[in-house]
């Protein structure tokens, strides 16, 4: 219950969260239509305003050249004044058309206006006035005439653009200046700038909204499908939730039935099972495999010892012990036979057969050395005779998978090498672990070892040689623990496992036992 409030409130938040998401990009899709159009606007403000710039000065230019040029240079009748209205066959200087030019245009396009100043303005006319970006603008073209300033500004509704050039003196403007009486400065040269020349444009921003209208509309139509999208998303989503409740309910029996399914398999199986990797059919292959046979001694004897409750507890943990000490290496689990186990290595997974044979022997180590602890344990919770187990290990050819009916299998092995290794378990010393000499070949750098009785056995043709395994010689398992067992001797420490506090206390127990055993021989000689 708790876990599907817990699912609604999680639809709800995402639900929202996407829908603060959609608003916000509604929102700021103006914002980015107004970028847009913003930045549109300036780029052609800014080529209308060049384009009208170079307009004016290219006529003014000719005009002066191929007209004015041309009358001064053959004197008559005609003047070349600025207040050419008052005389009668007078034309205007360049100045004055190229003002009368951009009044022209600012009566035909109101959002143009046209400039034509100068800081050095003839006597007896007003003068200019230049605001800060004019003057900023002269005094910068007088040192580098050779680029125009463009400047722009945009507000809410607005777009502007203010473009200035310089007004450079040509040969006829010099001639003219340097000699007239009204002239305020005589010392004019040739690519001087008297002044500037400025086109102003501005243009609402809404003129360019329509060039939009497809874009706006599939956008509109955009966030429709967008909202739409949501809603029905929401209404599956409760439906998914719905089926989600029901599917989570299966999965929970699956998973608690797959859960106390996989308590019957080894992990491997379970695992190769329910990835797909196998197959449930009866099928069978021919591997090499090191398999593993232990037994605890006298088993029965024990249990007419103990209640069964006890022996019940004490068989649990350990085999849960011996089992958590298999899966660390690697090894599947075959079965539990009574109070013996069979294990085995190289299927469904081998890391190759001197790998395997190694991880069985340092399995098979672990797990009498993990036995000597817990019989310390079960000793000191008043338990006179503990377990003691005998191992035996084989390697050879064995058939594994799964054997049994269509209804019902079993996934094991079967083969006389598998019958071996629980013959050599049978001739193990309590505590002791026997291989075959298969098996030893493929540890032999790892174990030192002694042969024992050569034996013979039903269904295996050569004579088998074990060997009594005395110590790993790597160090993996017992590089800090002593085991040792023999009529009127089962020793174990674990000198890792020894706190500094309890060290003085284990050379005394260590004392006192060669004590004994001195004065049992003193005994012994008188």
Same mark, same amino acid.
């Given at each position: ?8 409130e ?14 916000? %990009? ?30 004016? @000065? ?7 050249? #191929? ?21 009668p066959?007078a ?15 600012? *009566? ?7 400039r ?16 800060? $970006? ?11 005439a ?6 722009? +500004? =945009? ?22 200046? #340097? &000699? ?7 010392d004019?040269?040739?690519?001087? /700038?008297?002044?500037?020349?400025? /086109?102003?444009?501005t ?8 060039s ?7 956008? &509109?139509?955009a966030? &429709?499908?967008? /909202? ?11 439906k998914?939730?719905?089926?989600? @409740?029901?599917? *989570? ?20 199986i379970?695992?190769?099972? $329910? ?12 591997? @090499? ?6 037994? !605890? ?19 649990? *943990?350990? $085999? ?12 599947? !689990? ?10 085995? $290595?190289?299927?469904p ?14 399995? =098979? ?5 993990? %036995?000597? *602890? %817990?019989?310390? +344990?079960?000793?000191?919770a ?12 084989n ?7 799964n ?24 001739i193990?010393?309590?505590?002791g ?9 493929? /540890? ?13 056995? +039903?269904g295996i ?20 623990? &002593?085991i040792e ?39 012994? =000689?008188?």
């Amino acid at each position: 219950m708790e876990k599907d409030q817990n699912d609604n409130e999680n639809l709800r938040s995402r639900a929202l969260l996407t829908g603060c998401l959609i608003a916000l %990009l509604l929102a700021a899709l103006p914002v980015a239509v107004w970028l847009d159009l913003t930045s549109l606007s300036d780029a052609a403000l800014r080529r209308q305003a060049s384009d009208l710039n170079s307009v004016i @000065k290219s006529v003014r230019h000719y005009y002066s050249a #191929n007209v004015v040029g041309r009358i001064l240079a053959h004197p008559g009748q005609v003047q070349v004044i600025h207040d050419y209205e008052n005389v009668p066959g007078a034309i205007p200087i360049p100045a004055t058309l190229s003002l009368e030019l951009g009044k022209v245009i600012g *009566e035909q396009q109101s959002n143009i206006t046209y400039r034509f100043v100068s800081d050095y303005p003839f006597k007896n006319r007003a003068p200019h006035q230049l605001d800060a $970006f004019e003057q900023d603008a002269l005094e910068a073209l007088r040192n580098d005439a050779s680029n125009n300033i463009v400047s722009g +500004k =945009a507000d809410l509704f607005s777009d502007s653009v203010r473009l200035v050039s310089p007004v450079v003196m040509a040969p006829a403007c010099v001639a003219c200046h #340097n &000699v007239h009486p009204e002239s305020p400065k005589r010392d004019w040269k040739v690519g001087d /700038v008297r002044g500037i020349q400025e /086109v102003s444009i501005t243009q609402p921003i809404a003129a360019n909204l329509f060039s939009f209208k497809f874009l706006l509309a599939y956008l &509109v139509l955009a966030a &429709v499908s967008g /909202v739409s999208f949501v809603a029905m998303q929401r209404r599956q989503s409760l439906k998914i939730v719905a089926m989600n @409740k029901e599917l *989570e309910t299966n999965n929970d029996f699956l998973a608690t039935l797959s859960m106390k399914i996989s308590r019957y398999i080894p992990p491997q199986i379970y695992k190769s099972i $329910f990835s797909g990797q196998k197959d449930v059919v009866i099928h069978t292959e021919r591997k @090499k495999l090191t398999i593993f046979f232990s037994d !605890i001694q006298n088993f029965t004897a024990t249990t007419e010892r103990l209640q069964p409750e006890l022996i019940t507890q004490l068989l649990n *943990e350990y $085999f849960t012990e011996m089992s958590e000490i298999a899966h660390r290496h690697g090894g599947t !689990i075959d079965k539990f036979i009574g109070d013996a186990m069979l294990i085995f $290595f190289g299927d469904p997974e081998s890391k190759g057969d001197r790998a395997d044979a190694q991880a069985c022997l340092r399995m =098979a180590w672990a797990m009498q050395r993990r %036995l000597a *602890e %817990l019989n310390a +344990k079960w000793r000191a919770a008043g338990i006179e005779q503990p377990f003691r187990a005998r191992i035996g290990i084989n390697s050879g050819y064995c058939n594994v998978g799964n054997f049994g009916s269509a209804d019902r299998m079993d996934y094991t092995i079967i083969g006389a090498e598998a019958n071996l290794a629980a013959r050599l378990q049978a001739i193990a010393e309590p505590g002791g672990i026997v291989i075959s000499y298969e098996t030893y070949a493929l /540890v032999s750098d790892i174990i030192a070892a002694h042969t024992l009785p050569s034996i013979t056995m +039903k269904g295996i043709s050569r004579e088998v040689v074990p060997y009594a395994v005395d110590h790993l010689r790597d160090g993996s398992e017992a590089s800090n623990v &002593v085991i040792e067992k023999m009529p009127g001797l089962e020793f174990y420490l674990d000198a890792a496992a020894v706190t500094p506090a309890d060290s003085d206390k284990v050379r005394a127990v260590l004392l006192q036992a060669l004590s004994s055993l001195e004065r049992r021989e003193e005994k012994a =000689a008188e």
